[in-house]
């Protein structure tokens, strides 16, 4: 099936053309696409019209299967389910400044994070730029007219390891005549896959980019990421450095603190040493426990100690709202638990 949500304006009107259509048709069938509009609810265009197109094309092929909301916030997670059945996660927040959608890039992820649920059983496939589109439909159809404001690509998946859908996806969902979303609004998560934080600085696409660095040196990063192995801190701050030159953007830093890990004291003052001078910002998050992994958050105290040292050195920092706790609002937590128990349904 063509997934329409997922092409950019120009690419509706060329495959509207192929059925016969002139453009003006194409750009009906584009704003039926932006609003949500199943291909059988475009009442503009005729029937067989509508017939021919409803059997090789959909305007979304994601659907809400849960719904949770949480007492506490009123955040809201999703459990996405896909045309094969698959199942994805993402959450929706909600801000003074508007709505944020957390969506996810892949059905799994294959970086093997030590503390990441949603890695646990490895990558099964890459979403496609129409189910990552998809997902911000189906945010925005449970939220009666509102619009969603704001993305972050952090739910599943490691976006920069499915590069060519997520980049089309950017470019289909930023496009001004589409969905036009600011590009300004949203964030891309990578565990620093550093060539292609390269490629990625040449995209023109100056989203802000949060970098998972969870750790103050080489050595403690290994015994959390994987892909520590692979490209060195000082490679990765390379490459934030050179995101930072290309896009004129300040780069975040995510810092999971992991108890007796990554928290101390000593490793708030390496952390500090080794960005200064660089234009960026430290998102500090108490690790999300998740029950798979014999991992935990230090107490709040000691998140506090490492937040105050960090500001000491003049480092930019806040610790990250958590938002969703009582809804397994943590990556990957709650695909999981649907997976192991499926009679939840
Ligand atoms: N693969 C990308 C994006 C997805 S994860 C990345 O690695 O950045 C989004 C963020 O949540 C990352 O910073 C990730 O390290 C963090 N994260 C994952 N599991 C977590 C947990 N249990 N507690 C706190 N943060 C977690």
């Known amino acids: 099936m063509i997934e329409l949500d997922g092409m950019t304006p120009d690419e509706i009107i ?106 646990l059983n490895g990558c099964v496939r890459n979403l496609t730029p129409g189910e990552m589109a998809g997902q911000v439909l189906c945010a925005a159809s449970a939220l009666n007219g509102e619009r969603v404001k704001n993305l972050v690509l952090m739910g599943s998946g490691e976006p920069l390891d499915n590069y060519d859908n997520v980049v089309k996806f950017l470019r289909v969902i930023t496009d001004e005549r589409g969905f036009n979303m600011s590009v300004r609004g949203i964030s891309l998560s990578t565990c620093g896959l550093v060539d292609r934080m390269y490629d990625f600085a040449g995209e023109k696409l100056p989203v802000t980019l949060s970098v998972s660095l969870h750790a103050p040196n080489d050595e403690i990063r290994k015994k959390l990421m994987p892909i520590a192995r692979r490209y060195s801190i000082d490679q990765v701050l390379d490459a934030c450095r050179n995101y930072i030159e290309k896009t004129k953007r300040r780069v975040v830093m995510e810092y999971a603190l992991v108890d007796g890990i990554n928290d101390s004291i000593e490793c708030a003052d390496e952390l500090a040493g080794r960005l200064r001078g660089m234009q960026c910002h430290v998102n500090i998050i108490p690790l999300n426990p998740v029950p798979e992994r014999n991992l935990n958050a230090p107490t709040p105290a000691r998140v506090r100690a490492f937040l105050e040292r960090l500001e000491k050195r003049h480092i930019s920092a806040t610790r990250r709202r958590e938002m969703g706790d009582d809804i397994q609002g943590a990556c990957g937590q709650l695909r999981r638990s649907v997976i192991e128990c499926p009679t939840t349904d």
């Open 14 to 119: 060329e495959y509207i053309k192929s059925f016969g259509q002139g453009a003006y048709r194409g750009k009906q069938v584009l704003d039926w696409v932006v609003g949500g509009t199943p291909v059988e609810g475009m009442t503009n265009l005729s029937k067989t019209m509508r017939e021919e197109l409803s059997q090789k094309a959909v305007t979304n092929p994601v659907r809400i299967r849960q719904s949770f909301k949480s007492a506490i916030d009123g955040t809201v997670k999703f459990l996405f389910e896909l045309n094969d059945l698959n199942l994805i996660e993402g959450v929706l927040m909600s801000y003074k400044y508007g709505h944020t959608l957390c969506l996810s890039t892949q059905v799994g992820c294959n970086m093997g994070c030590a503390f990441c649920a949603s890695t």
